[in-house]
Structure formats: C-alpha cells, structure tokens
C-alpha cells in the first residue's frame, strides 16, 4: 500500500523558517519524481516545487523561488521541503505527491498533509 | 502568466448528468494531457482523470473525461450525494510546470 506521511508543519513567526518532510513507503521511491502542492484557507491547490526522481533536476512556481528548497535522500525514501522568509500568504496546508513518471507528469498518490501557519 | 479556468461552482440533483470545464489558452491544454483531482475538504485530493480521458483503477465510470481545442471536460453521470466535493483540473505550461485551474464547488442538491 502507497503511503506518504508529511510531517514538519507549525506555527511560525514571519520570516522564520521550517522544514518539512514527507516520509513514503510502499513503492521505489527513487524510480518516481515527487512534488509539492499547497492549498491556503478557502484557496484552491497551488502547485509549488517538483524534484526529479534522482533529485537532479527541480522545479519551482514563481511564487516560492528562491525562497523554497526541494530536496530528497532516496536512503531515506524521504522528500524535503526547506521553507524560508515565511510570510503570511505561506499559510496553507502543503501535500506531497507521487508523480507517475521519473521527471513529470500527474500525481497518483499524495499525503494527508501537513498545516504551516505564518503569524506573530 | 498561463491560467486554467473553471467555474466556481456547480451543482446537480442525484441522478443527473454534470460537466465541469477546464479552459486554457491554446496551445497548452492542446498541446497537453489534462488531469482531475477530487478533494473533500480537510482529506488529501484524489486523482481521477489522467492523461485527459484515463481512469486510475477504483474510479466509477461515471466518472468520464475529454478534451477538445483549448478546453478540457469532467463528466459525472448518476450523480450521487458523495460527488459532493471540490474538483480540480491540471496541466502544463511551458512557463509553470504544474498549473492548477481554480476549483469547482460541485453541490449536490
């Protein structure tokens, strides 16, 4: 059975910082490219960050580049998101997915995710 | 900065036959595959269309989709009081990878 378990989410002050992971197990995870997708309060899904399945190649939505760092260690079968400069509008429920292919496409299975609250 | 559009909401009475459209500047949706997702609020989203028309193993196949030109399309047939969800269409863009339209609100009535 395909399960993905974010962790890492709380309340932080703006401008502090967070890391969040999402820990799978029940397929290769080092055969699939893995993604970010977020969804603020009363917002719809926000696509933010795709990293290939070897970690080389990384995506980023505009809105989160150079603030965002996507990482993985396939040892681990777990996926990282660095989170830094936090602002309110970070305020969303972030969800891991499995990609179904190596580099792209669609996301066949995500986590429950995980609540991160930006606000002093 | 590329956008796939959707109605806000949306709504059915049991039994009924609904479309939900997905619409996007050309050559995009055209050029490729549009996906679905499901979401109950405060659960995961759930793929349910794939590659434009696909269904994962475990969707009912009264869930059905298409595309044409510049626009992609969810249809629920028989609709059912747990249809009642959020649906979301996705594709690529050159420009942003992933693209999310902004959700449907489907209400069963």
């Known amino acids: 059975e395909v399960q993905l378990l974010e962790s890492g989410g709380d309340l932080v002050q703006p401008g502090g910082s967070l890391r969040l992971s999402c820990a799978v197990s029940g397929f290769t995870f080092s055969s699939y490219a893995m993604t970010w997708v977020r969804q603020a309060p009363g917002k719809g899904l926000e696509w933010v960050s795709t990293?290939?399945?070897?970690?080389?190649?990384?995506f980023y939505a505009d809105s989160v580049k150079g603030q965002f760092t996507i990482s993985r260690d396939n040892s681990k079968n777990t996926l990282y998101l660095q989170v830094n400069s936090l602002r309110a509008e970070d305020t969303a429920v972030y969800y891991c997915?499995?990609?179904?292919?190596?580099?792209?496409?669609?996301?066949?299975?995500w986590g429950q995710g995980t609540l991160v609250t930006v606000s002093s | 900065q590329f956008v796939l559009t959707q109605p806000p909401s949306a709504s059915g009475t049991p039994g009924q036959r609904i479309t939900i459209s997905c619409s996007g500047g050309?050559?995009?949706?055209?050029?490729?595959?549009v996906n679905w997702y499901q979401k109950f609020p405060g659960k995961a989203p759930k793929l349910l269309i794939y590659s434009s028309h696909q269904r994962p193993s475990g969707v009912p196949d009264r869930f059905s989709g298409s595309k044409s030109g510049a626009s992609a399309s969810l249809a629920i047939s028989g609709l059912q009081s747990e249809d009642e969800a959020d649906y979301y269409c996705e594709t690529w863009d050159t420009n942003s990878p992933w693209v999310f339209g902004g959700g449907t609100k489907l209400t069963v009535l």
């Open positions: 990293i290939s399945d070897g970690g080389g190649t990384t």
């Open positions: 997915a499995k990609l179904s292919g190596a580099t792209i496409g669609y996301c066949t299975y």
């Open positions: 050309s050559p995009s949706i055209g050029a490729h595959p």
